[in-house]
């Protein structure tokens, strides 16, 4: 069912190289299809932005007023909402806030020996797009991951897109939404939607950064709109890889695996332990484990297609090979984790300790679950109120400064063979 490997075995890094591979899926069908939504949404707007949700959505929208969710709306599908399931949204927005507060950026300044002052300011983004899939399950937690940094960034208006089956929009992800303080909801998903924040129409206003996860289509529409917007990231199939010493209890570790598994056909669980008899009980549980679960099919394919149980020789080799594969989701399930952390240098997020399950990190931990997928994690990072901020720079010249920049300016544009930028610094002290 879920294949081991051995790293002392030839072999090895072949087969760790075929486990890891994977190819986004950028067919040029689905290129296609998603080129002529997103001109006709810049060209069209509104009329387009109709015709493409009742096509895709099986809705039959009469107006633009249709895919708006007026304030009205939204309080009474949030009523509907069980009030245990309110206040875990709000328990869980409140640890998201705190924590995502500790990452506010300041504007600072100085003045250098020559009287210049020198600097950067720090401001928000002005507008924001959130994606929250709507297809085939319903994300509120992604609301909240996306919506509070967002916010505590200090962005002005913060626009929800999010595709409604049928015309319905789930209640939970609506609350998701207004407990994070949302400014607008508009019922459209998939390529339409990121066209429409990022060029605008005639009622969504154009965005500055599009955030947020979505299918082959959505990932596909924010790469070519890049540019014209910004956005988080090109994120890939979720991944989770344990290192473990064999003390955890088999059982948790299992579920740690099918966490990740579940998601998808595509995710990606990998345990790496430097106990064989370990990773022969985990084989044996997983097989004995999976016919509880409701999404069996969907486990058992990641499982069999990308997930891998490594046998290394000793915990330091674990964190070597983990390095490489730099994941998404780390735990170190471990009984002496922190001299482990060390000796990571690639992944998105690490789980320190067996009690430490990456389901929390995911719900209510506090940290961004938007995180860095497919080796990426080697020179990106979790999403985070810096990414809804911008920094400009700030340079005011003294006259002595002047001069004395103004020389080494002048020598260095000349060396480049531009004369107008020396003269423009000469003048400031050669009149």
Not at 60 to 80: C, G, Q
Not at 124 to 140: E, F, Q, T
Not at 301 to 323: H, P, Q
Not at 342 to 358: C, L
Request: proline residues 4%.
């Amino acid at each position: 069912m879920i294949k081991i490997l051995k790293s002392r075995e030839s072999g090895f890094d072949r087969q760790l190289t075929e486990t890891l591979a994977f190819e986004e899926n950028s067919a040029s069908a689905v290129e296609v299809v998603v080129d002529e939504i997103l001109a006709q949404v810049r060209m069209h707007g509104d009329s387009a932005l109709i015709e493409l949700t009742n096509k895709y959505d099986k809705t039959a929208l009469s107006s633009i007023d249709d895919v708006t969710v007026h304030s009205s709306d939204l309080d009474s599908f949030v009523e509907t909402v069980d009030d245990d399931v309110i206040k875990k949204l709000t328990e869980a927005a409140a640890r998201i806030e705190n924590y995502h507060q500790r990452q506010v950026q300041s504007s600072w300044s100085f003045t250098d020996e020559l009287g210049n002052r020198l600097g950067q300011k720090v401001s928000a983004l002005a507008r924001v797009g959130l994606y929250v899939p709507g297809g085939k399950a319903a994300y509120p937690s992604s609301v909240l991951m996306n919506a509070i940094p967002a916010r505590v960034a200090g962005v002005k208006e913060v626009v929800m897109v999010a595709p409604a089956p049928n015309g319905v929009l789930n209640p939970v992800v609506l609350a998701a939404a207004q407990i994070a303080g949302v400014d607008r909801v508009y019922k459209v998903g998939g390529a339409q939607a990121i066209a429409a924040l990022a060029y605008g129409t005639q009622t969504i206003d154009k965005v500055d950064k599009i955030v947020g996860p979505g299918n082959a289509y959505v990932a596909l529409a924010k790469k070519k709109v890049f540019g014209a917007v910004g956005i988080d990231m090109i994120a890939g199939p979720s991944e989770i890889l344990i290192i473990c010493d064999g003390k955890t209890d088999p059982d948790w570790v299992v579920m740690d695996l099918f966490s990740q598994a579940e998601h998808d056909e595509l995710a990606q669980s990998i345990l790496i332990s430097n106990d064989e008899v370990f990773l022969n009980l985990i084989q044996k549980r997983v097989t004995e484990l999976l016919p509880q679960m409701p999404r069996r099919a969907v486990i058992e394919k990641s499982l069999r297609d990308r997930g891998a149980l490594i046998l290394v020789d000793n915990l330091s080799e674990a964190c070597e090979i983990a390095n490489r594969i730099a994941p998404e989701h780390l735990e170190l399930s471990v009984e002496e984790p922190r001299p482990l952390i060390e000796k990571i240098e690639n992944a998105g997020a690490i789980f320190i300790g067996k009690f430490t399950s990456e389901a929390l990190g995911d719900y209510c931990a506090g940290p961004n679950h938007v995180l860095p997928t497919s080796g990426t994690s080697r020179f990106s990072s979790p999403l985070g109120v810096y990414d809804f901020q911008k920094r400009t720079s700030l340079i005011e010249v003294s006259e002595s400064g002047a001069r004395e920049l103004g020389s080494i300016a002048a020598k260095l544009a000349r060396e480049e063979g531009l004369e107008a930028h020396a003269r423009s610094a000469e003048k400031r002290y050669q009149p």
